[in-house]
């Protein structure tokens, strides 16, 4: 699962609903256009932004090396089908045949087309199959190269139905199977209207096309080999759905809707509704995946991803995030280092760290334990209670591994080096001291596996006549806490066995005693929670008649506040020049003020940004500090960026002294680099003319670029459509259909449009010498 706003890939684990791994896209920055594409238990990524390729290894988490497969922003595509896989640019109108395991060339061949979206495919027979967007024609690559043309349109797209490819005419509303030979059996109906811009998809189980039409807001399901198309599923009002790729998974097909985050279950052998799955947030785009018999659902626009399940006769949806949106963390970060994060579900508590108690500026020593390599080993031996009462039992618990089939050897040796109790007994065993005076005895534990490797653990055993208190160590949720942060200290009372005792907590900074309110009960946590920076002294003495125990551990206070935004990491104003963005502090639990610095050109009606500390909560028992509440800001473009695209650090978030710089994603129309150009007909172009744009944009391969023959009637709606040409990034060009009426127009125009709407200058140009 793709997460392009972090630059990551995650692999989820359906069974258990965990990340399992999260690698990061090589040269990847936030916000790349990312996709995947699974083969088996691996993906390929491409990283449409760069325009290159790499693949994931599902067993090891590897990531080979990037294939370069197009020029940045050039639609880069990773085919896979039947062993093969085909790298294919539709700019440089190439295809590279490339190692499955590698993606290092092999043979690149010439597509002669410029396939958009929906318009290649590669069959289980490994064939690749193309349609010209262009000029409509048909084009695969099995041993040799076939064209033909009269077969497809422009508006063509390929289906998979099967494995074996399938040509849907969306114009006519027709669909036929393709095979080695070309057109294989006659057209038959698919149900949509003429000129739909539907969700296309081939079953993978049967001789059905699905699709989905937001016209109409229906689900139409056609049989190839009935030529029948009458089944028809409402899923919501006409004209009000954006609806995303579908999946399949046996009878379900799975069909988001982006306009209202929620995703359809259509049941196709009965051919109805099965369900309304909310999954994300309106407006977020959503894929779906399946794999082994399970749905995987995934948000490009947020931390969320998910499992689909069919539970007692209800789809529902199981969230898993693939990053922290807080903190920006991803879970399950391979080569993350020792910090990186492992795979946890929402909603756990971090586990205390344990600390041995200070007495007398000193920690108790370690047992001294020696062990052959590769054999058992002897971690520590716990004695319960410690100091052994005389006369009382005293239970052994060692921590011992690798004693798989081993020989335990137990002794305790009094003062004058005799060998008041040994044993072999495995496990934890009791023994009784009878001595009548405290002392101290020396315990030892040997553990000999069947090759005669050996570990050995001695450590001294204190032997008292009545019991008593002892802190054998202290566990602290943070030992290092940010300030206002709730951190609960506890301790391990090993000596009394459960008797009656009074706990005494006492803080101290710099010698000094603090007051804090009330002594919590025998054996439960102290909460602490303190606003200023500095190494508090914890100390807790715990007394059973005349007879006590006092230990202490330090706890560090500091300042660790740090401005952020709450759930992304740049600001995008690409829309419509407006944003709203939370800002809070990071790792802070006292009330903060955030200022933000912005350039000339942005303006916000909030400079200043109170955040307020978060509330002290009661988890599991345990105090806990809340994260603040962040704040929404917002933010919109009031002059003329200085350029298009990501402005690095354009905006700063100041707290104290510390200046966080964020990224800003601003868009401006598409900008004219050169006049648009037109070549007469020549035998390259077919005897047809050539139309050349240049433009400069930051979504340059993502422009809507349009010519339209002034004065002339007729063409297609909204003009001809002029695609990225090879001559480079930014460069548009078509060649003039047959029956394009260019002797009637003495000029042309051309404007492009940007993914957010924002439309450049028209520019007219005489046709001069565009006709012969």
Known sequence: MASPEQGTVSLIDGASHEVVATVVAPGALAGDDLAVTQAGSSAYVVDRTLGTAFRVDGATFDVGEPAAVAAPGGRPQVLEGGGAVYLVDPVRRTATHADPETLEPRLELSLAAEPGEGQSVVDSDGRLWVVDAT?????????????????????????????????????????????????????????????????????????????????????????????????????????????????????????????????????????????????????????????????????????????????EGAWTGTPVEKYDAATDEGVAVVGGGDDATGASGAGTTAEAATFAPVRDGRTAPDAPTSSVSGGPTITRVDVRPDPAVLGSPVTLTPLVRGAAGARWEWSVTGPDGTVVWSSQEAGAPT?????????????????????????????????????????????????????????????????????????????????????????????????????????????????????????????????????????????????????????????????????????????????????????????????????????????????????????????????????????????????????PTCTAPDAASGDRPRFRAELADADAGALDVRLTLDGVPGGPDGGYRMLPGPSGRGVYELTGPEQMPLGDATTFSVRATDRFGSVSEVRTVPVGGCAA
């Open 431 to 675: 023994v009784t001291l009878r001595g009548v005076e405290p002392s101290t005895y020396e315990l030892t534990l040997v553990v000999t596996d069947a090759d005669g490797r050996r570990s050995t653990l001695s450590r001294p055993l204190d032997a008292v006549l009545v019991p008593t208190p002892r802190i054998a160590s202290f566990s602290i949720d943070n030992p290092t806490p940010g300030l206002g942060e709730v951190t609960n200290i506890s301790a391990d009372e090993s000596g009394l066995s459960g008797a009656d005792a009074t706990w005494q907590w006492e803080v101290s900074l710099d010698g000094i005693p603090l007051p804090f309110p009330g002594q919590p009960a025998p054996g439960a946590p102290l909460p602490l929670q303190f606003p200023f920076e500095g190494v508090y002294t914890v100390a807790l003495t715990i007394t059973r008649g005349e007879l006590s125990d006092t230990a202490s551990v330090p706890v560090t206070y500091a300042d660790q506040c740090v401005p952020a935004l709450a759930n992304r990491r740049f600001v995008d104003l690409r829309e419509d020049g407006t944003a709203t963005v939370d800002i809070t502090a990071d790792d802070c639990f006292v009330d903060a003020t955030v200022a933000l610095e912005l350039p000339p050109w942005l303006s916000s009606s909030t400079p200043t940004v109170d955040v307020t500390a978060g509330p002290t909560e009661v988890v599991e028992d345990r105090f806990r500090s809340a994260d603040a509440t962040p704040v929404p800001v917002d933010l919109s473009v009031v002059g003329s960026p200085p350029s298009d695209g990501v402005l690095p650090g354009a905006m700063t978030l100041v707290l104290g002294d510390v200046r966080v710089p964020v990224d800003v994603r601003v868009n401006l129309p598409p900008a004219w680099t050169a006049d």
């Open 135 to 311: 000029t409509g024609s048909l084009t695969w690559f099995d041993d040799a190269k076939h064209v033909i043309d009269g077969l497809a349109t422009t508006e063509s797209r390929l289906v998979l139905v099967e494995g074996r490819a399938v040509l849907v005419d969306v114009t006519a509303g027709r669909a036929v199977e393709l095979g080695p030979d070309g057109q294989e059996g006659g057209w038959s109906c698919t149900g949509l209207p003429p000129g739909s811009a539907a969700r296309l998809l081939g079953s993978l189980t049967s001789g059905h096309v699905y699709a989905a039409v937001p016209d109409d807001g229906t689900f139409v399901i056609s049989a190839l080999d009935r030529d029948d198309c009458s089944t028809a599923v409402p899923l919501a009002e006409p004209g009000t759905a954006d609806f995303g790729p579908l999946a399949q998974d046996g009878r379900y097909v799975f069909v988001p809707d982006r306009t209202t985050g929620h995703t359809f279950v259509v049941d196709t052998v009965r051919g109805e509704q099965a369900a309304d799955v909310p999954l994300t947030r309106p407006g977020n785009r959503v894929e779906l995946t399946t794999k082994d018999g399970i749905v995987f659902y995934n948000d490009l626009d947020s931390e969320v991803a998910g499992v689909l399940t069919l539970d």
